[in-house]
């Protein structure tokens, strides 16, 4: 089984509607990260969270939120979905032990806005 | 300012080496990294360098750091089809213990 699951896989949607992409791990890591991936702009971070109660934005965090409902479950919601945040999402999952802070990479989702 | 810059193609021929070349801009970077994407999935890690080391060997891989002039390479011996993929550079970024990615690198290889 995988140990950093994202739902859904694939979702299209229309611009003005509110979308949840979940993300879930069975890794027992504390730290939890979302990022969006576009052609020729690599990975940019939008949110991260080092434990439950700990919250912080990433470069682009404007029109995203997120829940840290627990340590394994942290979910990212576009509030009202416009085009250009069409892309394809990541989660990803770290232990915050490891001195080199390697990060454990879900399959992403990928989001259509019409 | 935070940016990790490598350049978007390579297309190399099966069995002779890939250079992969990458700047960075944050000069405490503790770790730098290379992370592998094959098609439809997520990133995994494939090496990564400690930034008092100027080279790191592991199998077919070799990475160079040159920090005076802040530049990272991943070399592919061999390269194989199974290498086909998107190779990111990365940076962990002192200041807030996050990592900074570039834009990618698309490998492709011709036969």
């Known amino acids: 089984d995988a140990d950093v699951t994202q739902t859904p896989r694939n979702r299209i949607t229309k611009t003005g509607k509110r979308i949840m992409l979940e993300c879930s791990q069975t890794?027992?890591?504390?730290?939890m990260y979302w990022y969006r991936q576009d052609p020729g702009l690599g990975l940019r971070l939008i949110y991260y969270?080092?434990?439950?109660?700990?919250?912080n934005k990433g470069e682009i965090s404007d029109g995203y939120s997120v829940s840290r409902q627990a340590q394994a479950k942290f979910s990212l919601s576009l509030e009202s979905a416009i085009p250009n945040q069409t892309a394809l999402y990541f989660c990803a999952t770290s232990d915050g032990e490891t001195s080199y802070n390697e990060q454990f990479f879900g399959p992403g989702t990928r989001l259509t806005v019409l | 300012g935070e940016d990790v810059e490598q350049s978007l193609f390579l297309s190399v021929r099966e069995g002779d080496s890939s250079v992969i070349n990458c700047t960075y801009t944050?000069?405490?970077?503790?770790?730098l990294y290379w992370y592998k994407q094959e098609p439809g999935a997520g990133l995994q890690l494939l090496t990564y360098?400690?930034?008092?080391?100027d080279m790191k060997q592991d199998q077919r891989l070799t990475v160079l750091l040159n920090k005076k002039d802040k530049h990272l390479s991943l070399r592919i011996a061999d390269t194989q089809t199974g290498d086909s993929a998107i190779y990111f550079c990365?940076?962990?970024?002192?200041?807030?213990?996050?990592?900074?990615f570039g834009s990618g690198t698309r490998l492709s290889i011709r036969p």
């Open positions: 944050d000069s405490s970077s503790t770790y």
């Open positions: 990365a940076e962990l970024y002192s200041s807030a213990s996050k990592i900074i």
């Open positions: 969270s080092f434990d439950v109660k700990d919250i």
């Open positions: 890794k027992g890591h504390d730290r």
């Open positions: 360098i400690f930034s008092n080391m």
